[in-house]
């Protein structure tokens, strides 16, 4: 009797795990629903990268320890763009479009057997002269108590980027079979490891502990694709790599790696600039940059995700007039919401950082130069949400090689603001620049210059991008016009309503604990929200009216209405 109570405990836990699995992993095929469950689970995945950001305030503030970690983890983040992203999802996606599986296997096979061996010798080498090379990129930051903790760090997280590009390969296929949950489920783990590096592992071995919990989340990471490549019957093997097989693909990749490359250069250039200014300097441009990338990866990199399969195949069809339409449609549902979000920072900017932020070691001064940091940052946010579908847009195109050609030219104008702002006397820029933000008695303001220089350098990329894409999506800049204009109306009656909102609730109960910041910001939020979304419905905004259909179907489908979520007739389907 009790044999068959548990084995019908079993089968009936197992069935939950299959429905939970089959429902995770259900593909998606309308483009908007694709963006939008991308949001919804990208949202869940920032609220683990915010809870990591708010373990890492408490626990070290804005000091040289939280800045140890982020210089240290430039060096592998600039592996992973440069050698990573040789073989990555984006020239693969593309040539496993109707693929049969045998083709597939051979091709993962081969690819991933390369990026660990190439990867491989460039790690080892690279953590042999770990100590020199961070001597040479930080030379203030070497000189502290742990300075072997940081040399140990960097090798540790040497072994990020291989997994991490292994992720990239086994993923192209989670992302042509549409399996958007799953894709969107990685980034979830990662930070959940990290997380769990610095609460239980940095207790025991120090810096090294973070470096072990970001390889774990790595692990995780690359293990959420397994299943999918176990269904599709393409599980990768270690396959010596053929010349005329890799060849092509990383004579395509060249491009995309040197971009992504020099994104990376870019960032580490800025660090090692910021790490200059003065302790915490790292940290708190770091922390800025971290609560930017939460309304860039809802908005920016989901739509540009779920678009990129269906530009790919719209490309290879060259069906120039649907590739126009599927850019078109995601980019300005990215104006329309970022230039809202940027409306709204601008307004609670200070609520976020607190509530996020503001505990334990992290102090008033690092919390006010936080959240100006974030608004500088943010003034970009449109352009760094576009910039990651028009990158996508030239690379389905066949166009590899222009977003290097802006990268480098982005890069350089980005890092030579930086130092140039930097060397102007303050009263030209950085005064007026922090009375405005109402920092100017904060010791490391002019890492507000900084940012304003990386700002700057991501508008100036993505006009680059613009004008390239006249010749593959005619029309494109005269579609962009209107929602950038309701979107700046209704993010000025929303930052209005909310501003509104804090003049009103400021003297119910002061802004002293967690809570009282949390419910007065949520508030203001909530109303500036309510306020967009009747300014958009009045004057017929059509990406509010798509975004209400698709919210209109996922609730009728939780009502039992329908048991399918079916794309709204005015939906772009991807093929």
């Given at each position: 009797m009790v044999r068959k109570t548990l084995a019908s405990i079993s089968t009936h836990v197992l069935g939950l795990r299959r429905a939970a699995y089959s429902r995770i992993a259900t593909p998606i095929q309308g483009l908007h629903q694709a963006a939008y469950l991308l949001a919804t689970l990208t949202l869940a995945s920032q609220a683990l990268a915010l809870l990591r950001d708010r373990t890492f305030a408490a626990a070290f503030g804005a000091g040289h320890v939280l800045d140890l970690y982020y210089a240290a983890f430039r060096v592998p983040d600039l592996v992973f763009a440069v050698v990573s992203s040789l073989v990555s999802a984006y020239v693969i996606i593309p040539r496993i479009t109707g693929m049969d599986r045998d083709e597939t296997r051979r091709l993962l096979s081969e690819t991933a057997t390369f990026l660990f061996v190439v990867g491989g010798v460039v790690c080892a080498v690279l953590a042999l002269f770990m100590p020199s090379f961070l001597a040479t990129l930080y030379p203030d930051l070497v000189a502290v108590p742990v300075q072997e903790g940081f040399v140990l760090l960097g090798r540790i997280l040497l072994i990020q980027p291989i997994l991490l590009g292994l992720s990239s390969?086994?993923?192209?296929?989670?992302?042509?079979?549409?399996?958007?949950?799953?894709?969107?489920?990685?980034?979830?783990?990662?930070?959940?490891?990290?997380?769990?590096?610095?609460?239980?592992?940095?207790?025991?071995?120090?810096?090294?502990?973070?470096?072990?919990?970001?390889?774990?989340?790595?692990?995780?990471?690359?293990?959420?694709?397994?299943?999918?490549?176990?269904?599709?019957?393409?599980?990768?093997?270690?396959?010596?790599?053929?010349?005329?097989?890799?060849?092509?693909?990383?004579?395509?990749?060249?491009?995309?790696?040197?971009?992504?490359?020099?994104?990376?250069?870019?960032?580490?250039?800025?660090?090692?600039?910021?790490?200059?200014?003065?302790?915490?300097?790292?940290?708190?441009?770091?922390?800025?940059?971290?609560?930017?990338?939460?309304?860039?990866?809802?908005?920016?990199?989901?739509?540009?995700?779920?678009?990129?399969?269906?530009?790919?195949?719209?490309?290879?069809?060259?069906?120039?007039?649907?590739?126009?339409?599927?850019?078109?449609?995601?980019?300005?549902?990215?104006?329309?919401?970022?230039i809202v979000a940027l409306g709204l920072i601008l307004v609670l900017r200070a609520h976020v950082v607190r509530v996020i932020l503001g505990t334990g070691a992290f102090d008033w001064n690092a919390t006010r130069l936080t959240a100006a940091l974030l608004l500088v940052l943010s003034v970009g946010l449109a352009a760094d949400a576009l910039e990651l579908l028009f990158s996508r847009a030239l690379y389905a195109a066949r166009q590899s090689w222009r977003p290097l050609a802006y990268q480098l030219a982005a890069g350089g104008l980005t890092v030579f603001m930086a130092i140039k702002f930097l060397s102007e006397p303050p009263a030209a820029i950085l005064t007026p620049l922090a009375a405005l933000l109402k920092v100017s008695d904060v010791t490391e303001a002019s890492i507000l210059l900084i940012a304003l220089a990386s700002a700057l350098g991501q508008i100036f990329l993505v006009v680059l991008s613009l004008i390239a894409l006249r010749s593959v999506a005619p029309g494109l800049s005269r579609s962009l016009i209107r929602p950038f204009i309701d979107g700046a109306v209704a993010a000025t009656v929303g930052g209005l309503a909310a501003y509104g909102t804090l003049a009103l609730t400021g003297g119910i109960a002061p802004l002293t604990t967690l809570m009282s910041v949390l419910v007065q910001g949520f508030t203001a939020g909530v109303v500036g929200l309510v306020a967009v979304a009747i300014v958009l419905h009045i004057i017929g905004n059509e990406e509010f009216k798509a975004i209400s259909q698709v919210i209109g179907g996922w609730l009728r489908a939780l009502d039992g209405v329908s048991g399918v979520l079916k794309p709204s007739a005015e939906e772009i389907i991807q093929p």
């Open positions: 390969i086994f993923s192209s296929v989670t992302q042509v079979h549409r399996r958007f949950a799953l894709y969107a489920l990685s980034p979830v783990l990662y930070n959940l490891g990290i997380i769990i590096g610095t609460v239980y592992f940095y207790p025991l071995w120090g810096l090294p502990g973070i470096g072990v919990g970001v390889v774990l989340g790595a692990i995780a990471y690359l293990l959420v694709n397994v299943p999918v490549l176990v269904e599709a019957g393409v599980v990768p093997r270690p396959r010596l790599p053929r010349f005329s097989v890799m060849l092509p693909i990383i004579r395509h990749s060249v491009p995309r790696s040197l971009a992504l490359g020099m994104n990376s250069i870019t960032a580490l250039a800025l660090t090692a600039i910021a790490s200059r200014v003065g302790s915490g300097s790292v940290s708190v441009f770091t922390l800025a940059g971290n609560l930017e990338a939460v309304p860039l990866a809802l908005i920016g990199s989901s739509y540009a995700v779920a678009a990129f399969p269906a530009l790919s195949e719209a490309s290879a069809l060259e069906n120039k007039s649907e590739f126009t339409r599927i850019l078109s449609t995601s980019a300005r549902h990215i104006i329309l919401w970022s």
